[in-house]
């Protein structure tokens, strides 16, 4: 494909739309001119240094001008959409609504479903997403290329998972950071200065998360690793693997799974 098709975001000054955005402009050599954003201002807060991205508060309009819709609203808004685009290629990132919802709010049968987040900025999300019968092999090609810009990508075969990834690698950095303030919370109280115990845990989870994204043992390795040390760490893994924390992850993201469900 040598000609990128001009690609609209409705939502695209959200956070996450945003983040896509400026995924694509980075790291799909998309021209500038080639993108338009849609919102409620018709500002282009956040596109500043990218004078030539087309910014409208028409949803209509984009729809009619770009070749491939993504829809990045909060869920409760899609039926304000208001777009008819048979025959496009649509990708939503909005939690919830589901390949048949998508069908009948835009037209088009040919509708991705994804689950993104706001580290596509940086190049480091994490996207599976699922398509409806009529996407092909050359949409396959576009959805994989966008959401490989935004950092990671799968496509998988049951749409219903997708509510599991909303709840696991959607809320960026919320589970990792309620853990991590867990850890500085638990540092103060034994007299560390709070700066001090803020820059431990970041580090921590910076070296850990970049240690288990290119390193080739898994998280469960890792930890046999530590267990099989049989050091300090090794008293705390088997503490907390003797404790309902696994429990109360699970039921943490099983709350999740549900609130996406109902959003449908």
């Not at 098709?5 to 790291?27: E, F």
């Not at 589901?98 to 994804?114: E, K, W």
């Not at 599991?164 to 991590?180: E, I, K, Q, R, S």
């Not at 390795?221 to 693997?241: F, I, K, N, P, S």
Request: with cysteine.
């Amino acid at each position: 494909m040598t000609d990128l098709p001009k690609i609209g975001i409705i939502g695209g000054s959200g956070m996450l739309g945003r983040a896509v955005a400026h995924a694509l402009l980075d790291r799909m050599a998309l021209p500038p001119s080639n993108l338009w954003i849609a919102n409620r201002s018709g500002g282009n807060t956040g596109f500043e240094q990218f004078p030539d991205v087309q910014v409208t508060t028409d949803n209509a309009r984009l729809g009619e001008a770009c070749d491939i819709v993504i829809l990045s609203v909060p869920p409760a808004m899609a039926p304000e959409i208001a777009i008819e685009v048979p025959g496009k290629l649509v990708i939503s990132v909005m939690a919830g609504v589901t390949l048949d919802r998508l069908q009948t709010l835009t037209g088009s049968d040919r509708v991705v479903r994804a689950m993104s987040n706001p580290a596509a900025e940086l190049g480091l999300a994490y996207s599976p997403w699922a398509a409806s019968a009529a996407i092909g092999p050359s949409d396959r090609d576009i959805v994989t290329r966008i959401f490989t810009a935004c950092g990671m990508t799968d496509e998988i075969e049951d749409e219903s998972q997708l509510d599991h990834f909303t709840a696991m690698t959607g809320p960026v950095p919320g589970f990792v950071a309620f853990y991590a303030d867990c850890m500085i919370d638990y540092a103060v109280k034994a007299g560390i200065a709070p700066a001090i115990a803020d820059r431990a845990i970041r580090q921590l989870f910076f070296s850990a998360g970049a240690m288990l994204a290119h390193g080739q043992a898994s998280p469960a390795d890792h930890v046999q690793q530590m267990l099989d040390y049989a050091g300090t760490t090794a008293a705390g893994l088997e503490a907390m693997r003797d404790s309902p924390i696994r429990a109360s992850i699970a039921e943490g993201l099983d709350a999740a799974v549900r609130k996406a469900r109902d959003l449908r």
